[in-house]
């Protein structure tokens, strides 16, 4: 697609239930992130792929987040057993990486308003 | 490791007047600096970027300034008008696939009528 596609747009769940938030990068990006926005706040860090290297976990949470990327595209952030704190946007970035493994044409999706009630 | 310092994390400016925001970094191999602009309930959108290449790049009412020597760059907004209220946020990409952008703590940005 032409741009980087995330889906729900809204979910709201129950506490103590699982959710499954997905992005669709755009093409022939290698790289991925996961950011986590909470209201009027800045972007909270999660998680980065890069291609086929072992994914940067280092701004996950807890053990339940967790997060995939199939087949170096789509990706699927999991939260188990969510929380009302988990409450936030969720927004899913892509680049491409360029000589010398510099990253351009960084873009953003439109995020996935997740309510924990 | 990398870091980028952003400042001020409010400013409130009087429409028409100009807004700065500066950015300080601490890696010396980015050469590449973007700038992005979020307005409430939509997603962080680019404006403008630099390469290290050059130390001023204008896009008419924003431009954006490089001083590599000092390890910082600047967003300016000129004649700020009422749609330039929102977050605006400096970004550190990645010089290589092994490390990640990083993004400044983010400036709210207010135009007073």
């Known amino acids: 697609g032409a741009g980087v596609s995330q889906s729900p747009s809204n979910k709201v769940t129950e506490k103590g239930k699982d959710v499954e938030l997905r992005c669709d990068p755009i093409s022939g990006h290698t790289a991925l992130y996961w950011y986590r926005q909470s209201l009027g706040q800045g972007l909270e860090f999660l998680i980065y792929?890069?291609?086929?290297?072992?994914?940067?976990k280092s701004g996950l949470p807890s053990d339940r987040f967790s997060a995939e990327r199939t087949g170096g595209s789509v990706s699927t952030l999991t939260i188990q057993r969510t929380q009302q704190e988990d409450s936030a946007v969720y927004l899913c970035?892509?680049?491409?990486?360029?000589?010398?493994?510099?990253?351009?044409?960084?873009?953003f999706g439109s995020g996935t308003r997740l309510t924990v009630v | 490791g990398e870091n980028v310092e952003q400042h001020p994390s409010t400013l409130s400016v009087q429409e028409g007047d100009s807004a700065v925001i500066k950015c300080t970094y601490s890696?010396?191999?980015?050469?590449?600096f973007p700038w992005y602009k979020q307005e409430l309930g939509k997603r962080p959108q680019l404006i403008i970027d630099i390469r290290s290449n050059v130390g001023e790049k204008k896009d008419q009412r924003i431009a954006v300034t490089l001083n590599k020597t000092a390890k910082h760059f600047s967003l300016h907004i000129t004649e700020t008008q009422p749609e330039d209220s929102a977050v605006y946020f400096c970004?550190?990409?990645?010089?290589?696939?092994?490390?990640?952008?990083?993004f400044g703590s983010g400036t709210r940005l207010s135009i007073r009528p």
């Open positions: 970004a550190l990409p990645p010089y290589s696939s092994a490390s990640k952008i990083i």
């Open positions: 970035a892509s680049s491409f990486t360029g000589t010398g493994g510099a990253h351009y044409g960084y873009t």
């Open positions: 792929f890069q291609g086929n290297s072992a994914p940067d």
């Open positions: 890696d010396s191999a980015s050469n590449y």
